[in-house]
């Protein structure tokens, strides 16, 4: 299979590339910070292409760098830090915070899939990635429902070419105290790496348009 991972600049990017490529896929990563995604493609050993799939033209430009068969897009997207605390923020703070936030998770999951989605062939997956759980009434929670929503629609539309779409996100994570807990849980990172690697398969070809939480896997008590 050939697998796209995007925001491999990061931590979580790097691990979710890599969960791949140990399944035995060939693996091509990108990101915008070209220091990083060197680094990563080098410890992977696999290709790099640096772009920030947020800005319409280095996309643009990128395009013929990417795989022109693929099986798998799974976009992780680059982290947006925004300092202060947004009690104090100004209008223009406020706005930019929204815009930023806006930008790096659905934007960049927009331009990319209408930029390269034509690469996919029939029957493979779109996974795109929200890497944190805001809480409610925040910019990252609106843009985690616009994500949501998002894919809902764009399983309706590459369903006619038999495409799963899917977002995985980070739920509720387990107290490091719970009692459900017998054994030092994984690390996030490693259970979105595998629940994205799981999207992709056979065993999963029903399971499209949803939005699927990954929450440590702690265990229920019943009784």
């Known amino acids: 299979m050939d697998v796209l991972v995007t925001g491999a600049d990061t931590e979580l990017g790097r691990t979710i590339a890599e969960g791949f490529r140990d399944a035995g896929h060939k693996v091509v990563i ?3 910070r070209r220091d990083d995604l060197e680094v990563a493609a080098k410890e992977l050993d696999v290709d790099a292409i640096v772009c920030d799939t947020a800005d319409p033209a280095a996309l643009a430009e990128a395009r013929t760098l990417f795989p022109h ?3 798998t897009i799974v976009h992780v997207p680059a982290p947006a830090w925004i300092g202060g605390d947004p009690r104090a923020y100004t209008l223009v703070d406020t706005a930019k915070a929204w815009r ?3 930008d790096a998770t659905v934007l960049s999951a927009v331009l990319l899939v209408q930029n390269i989605g034509d690469h996919l062939r029939s029957g ?4 795109t990635v929200v890497p ?3 809480r409610d009434g925040g910019a990252d929670a ?3 429902a616009a994500v949501s929503n998002w894919t809902a629609g764009q399983a309706d539309y590459f369903g006619t070419r038999g495409i799963t779409v899917n977002t995985v996100a980070c739920g509720r994570s387990a107290e490091p105290s719970y009692d459900g807990l017998s ?3 994984p690390s996030v990172a490693a259970e979105i790496a595998r629940l994205s690697l799981f999207l992709t398969t056979p065993a999963a070809r029903h399971i499209t348009g949803q939005t699927v939480h ?3 896997g702690a265990l229920a008590n019943f009784g």
Do not use: E, Q
């Open 142 to 144: 609106a843009v985690k």
């Open 100 to 102: 930023t936030a806006l």
């Open 132 to 134: 944190d759980n805001p």
């Open 124 to 127: 493979g997956s779109i996974v």
């Open 214 to 216: 990954v929450g440590r």
């Open 30 to 32: 990108s990101g915008a």
């Open 69 to 71: 068969h693929l099986d």
């Open 183 to 185: 054994t030092t849980p």
